[in-house]
């Protein structure tokens, strides 16, 4: 101690100050370089990860600031103070002060980030997936950091990281892929997520013959549902549930589409080389648009301007909804009923069924522009509202997630039965996956894929609806009824 006091009385102050800064710019350094570097990471999980960052951010500076540049600086400045005058019980008890006051404090961060953090965090413009992105780092990374400083410190650094540590542990946010490495996804049951009920239980049903396979929702609150055995389609009021009327349609109709500009909904029709245009306040067929080939699935682009129909000739069909016209076709590998859209209406992707394969089609040019290798049968796609993952339900057994920028599955969860239909909540945060062999729903947390609930509905569930505020489900079973599940 004698030697650096005498270094830093009478030796050359150039010199003193650089071998007091070294250590901490490098340490400065290191720290740019790992937020730059996370920063690198996180971006190519997408743009609602880099947002649920950002709205960490504030918070986790001010925590910082507090711990090294408020209560540390001043921690920091008292014991140096004490140990310049030789009172080292002094400094000794500052010290153990200096933990006390850093657990306060990482409390009341703590208690009130939970508390208080969603709202905070929906004031500072949070919605969506960005919103929970938020939560993720904590679950996903809070274990390890916790073990990692465990370990023993410094006396003095310890007091100037225990603030800002512990506040990280449980509140620093940062983002995971939406699941683990592809394999069995485990089967535990954390916490949901803060904010969002759990769908859970059938509610209410109502019969429906001729075979319901589709259901949707209108922008007027109804429901519609396809009856393939009946050549009808049926239109049901929700509360409470029950048939309002039925409309009829071309043999066989599979799947509903509605456009909320226009009291009008399409409906393809298996043996039928057309499309069906339904006039839902006038309740009846009103025209027919054909196409090459039986149509089979069909989605809307967002902004309305065209119909995607797949059709038993394996072609990808754009339509024009309001010159009820073919406009252009491409070809994709053995098209069946199932086919989403991106967000953005950039892309389309279908399913190929037996191909084992889901392929990514130009919405303009109609050209395949990637193909995702899945195997066993695929079945039902949807896509997530940032348009960062596609979701693969799989009649082998499986769940696929595939990552759209990088074009990599994200992750795999086994049910050991046909997946069949899928939805997403409306805030994103779960995934509803039909089985069609078990007679049940599953509600998987999407932060994690986390088996929320297993929801028996019996007979084989087809396609499922989910209502824009959220709170209730529809699923249509083959066997005979409709499901609202809340």
Known sequence: MQVDRSALLHGPIAGTLLGLAWPILVVLALQTFVGVAETWFVSFLGTSAVAGVTLVFPVFMLMTMMSNGGIGGGVSSAVARAIGAGRMGDADALAAHAVVV??????????????????????????????GNVWRWKEAMGPLREAAQAAPRDDQVWMHLALAAGNRVRH?????????????????????????????TVSERVPVGGS?????????????????????????????????????????PTRIVTNGRHPWAYVTSQFGEAVCVVDLERRQQIGLIHVPGHSMGAVMAP??????????????????????????????PLGIPQVTVHPSGRWVFASNWRAGTVVEVDGRTLETTRRFEVGGIAQDVIVSADGQYLYVANESGWLDVIHLPSGRRAARVNFGTAAFGLALSADQAYVFVGLLDAGRVIVLQRQGLIERASIRTGGRPRLIAVHPKGDLVLVANEHGWVDLLR
Request: aromatic share 4%.
């Open 303 to 332: 902004d309305g301007s065209r119909l995607y129909v797949t059709t038993n000739q394996d072609r990808l069909v754009a339509v024009s909804p309001l010159q009820r016209i073919a406009l252009s076709s491409g070809p994709i």
């Open 172 to 200: 620093s946010a940062s983002t995971t892929p939406v699941g683990p490495p592809v394999g069995n996804v485990a089967r535990i049951a954390p916490a949901a997520v803060p904010g969002h009920r759990v769908i859970q």
């Open 102 to 131: 850093a657990a306060v404090f990482g409390a009341v961060f703590s208690i009130g980030v939970w508390v208080g953090g969603r709202a905070l965090f929906e004031w500072m413009g949070g919605r969506g997936e960005a919103l």
């Open 212 to 252: 319901p396979g589709d259901v949707t929702l209108t922008a007027s609150g109804d429901a519609l549902v396809t009856r393939a055995h009946a050549a009808a389609l049926d239109v049901l009021k929700l509360n409470p549930l029950r048939v309002s009327h039925t409309i009829r349609v071309s043999p066989v």
